[in-house]
């Protein structure tokens, strides 16, 4: 079986190079798909839909624009992976978080200790929670194996 998992989340670090190159290494059958992670492209998807003079407004257009993307590779997905860092917060990424638990999709979530306390709920529905890409690489080896 070919599996499809989705990297959601923090878009400023290379965990998910890292986490591709893990699985690639393990010749592990997954397929790999993720947000936008450009930052300026993401924040302009709604502006092919017309300018906007208020910042929500085109906030609003954008975020509906990727959420296409977003959802649909979700949905396709039979793993998510989460990913919070600490320079930013990911609300983006705890939404994600919450649509896989209403789906029932399963999703790990990573990141560092620091931040135990605000994900206590995203983790407690989490079947995993890993520190490191490489704790990734190993839950999914374990799971497509």
Request: glycine residues 4%; proline residues 3%; hydrophobic residues 45%.
């Amino acid at each position: 079986m070919l599996w499809t998992v989705y990297l959601s989340g923090e878009i400023h670090t290379d965990w998910r190079e890292q986490i591709i190159a893990g699985a690639k290494k393990l010749e592990l059958p997954i397929q790999f798909s993720s947000a936008v992670t450009d930052h300026d492209a993401s924040d302009a998807a709604g502006d092919v839909l017309g300018a906007e003079e208020n910042a929500f407004w085109r906030d609003h257009k954008s975020s509906k624009v990727n959420a296409i993307r977003t959802q649909s590779l979700i949905e396709k997905a039979d793993i998510v992976v989460v990913r919070f860092g600490d320079k930013y917060k990911q609300w983006n990424a705890a939404f994600d978080a919450g649509y896989c638990s209403a789906m029932g999709k399963p999703y790990i979530t990573l990141h560092d200790e620091s931040i135990i306390h605000p994900l206590k709920e995203v983790d407690a529905a989490a079947l995993a929670w890993a520190q490191t890409p490489a704790q990734v690489v190993d839950v999914l080896r374990y799971v497509v194996k």
